[in-house]
């Protein structure tokens, strides 16, 4: 055997490895857990306008449990950095595991695909944690139908995309 078919070789072992390893990571088991009570760190994708909004209500929502919290804005967004300011300055900080929270913003796509890699590559396992915009009543965004079987939570906020899809969670309006 030759050094390059030993190469071939190693290769297609490191390929049906890593293969294994995105369905190991992408498997879901059974119901999501809820009620989670451990502190989590939170990285927040805002994008401009309507979504920032949203987020950001989303945001002042959740229990203190829900921290470090961790934002990427935009450079040219400055209207969003100073919301993010305002909300944060009475938050307390911890150390905890990591979580990515979006709600459609095109930027959040590629956010979380690199999220995911971090557990398939086996650094660290990252819960994303997807909530669709409360303006898609029947059909699900760009970024929702990206992240619909990539997320771990995939949260709607009408029943009708609930019907359509099964792995969405519907829990009413949250924002």
């Known amino acids: 055997m030759g050094l390059s078919s030993g190469v071939g070789v190693a290769l297609f072992a490191l390929?049906?490895?890593?293969?294994?390893?995105?369905?190991?990571?992408?498997?879901?088991?059974?119901?999501?857990?809820?009620?989670?009570?451990?502190?989590?760190?939170?990285l927040v994708v805002l994008g401009s306008?309507?979504?920032?909004?949203?987020i950001l209500?989303?945001?002042d929502s959740l229990s203190?449990?829900?921290?470090?919290r961790h934002y990427i804005i935009a450079n040219t967004d400055r209207m969003s950095e100073e919301k993010v300011r305002i909300l944060e300055a009475s938050r307390t900080k911890g150390n905890t595991d990591p979580q990515v929270l979006c709600n459609g913003p095109g930027?959040?796509?590629?956010?979380?695909?690199?999220?995911?890699?971090?557990?398939?590559?086996g650094v660290k396992k990252v819960l994303i944690i997807y909530v669709e915009s409360i303006c898609r009543v029947e059909?699900?965004?760009?970024?929702?139908?990206?992240?619909y079987n990539l997320s771990d939570y995939f949260f709607v906020q009408w029943?009708?995309?609930?019907?359509?899809?099964?792995?969405?969670?519907?829990l009413g309006r949250l924002v």
């Open 159 to 170: 029943p009708v995309l609930q019907k359509k899809y099964p792995k969405a969670i519907y």
């Open 107 to 121: 930027t959040c796509a590629p956010l979380c695909v690199s999220a995911l890699l971090l557990g398939i590559l």
């Open 57 to 59: 209500r989303l945001m």
């Open 15 to 42: 390929g049906c490895i890593f293969i294994a390893r995105i369905f190991l990571v992408l498997r879901k088991s059974g119901v999501p857990k809820v009620g989670r009570r451990d502190p989590a760190s939170v």
């Open 49 to 54: 306008g309507g979504h920032t909004t949203e």
């Open 64 to 68: 203190a449990s829900y921290a470090p």
């Open 139 to 147: 059909t699900l965004s760009l970024s929702g139908q990206i992240l």
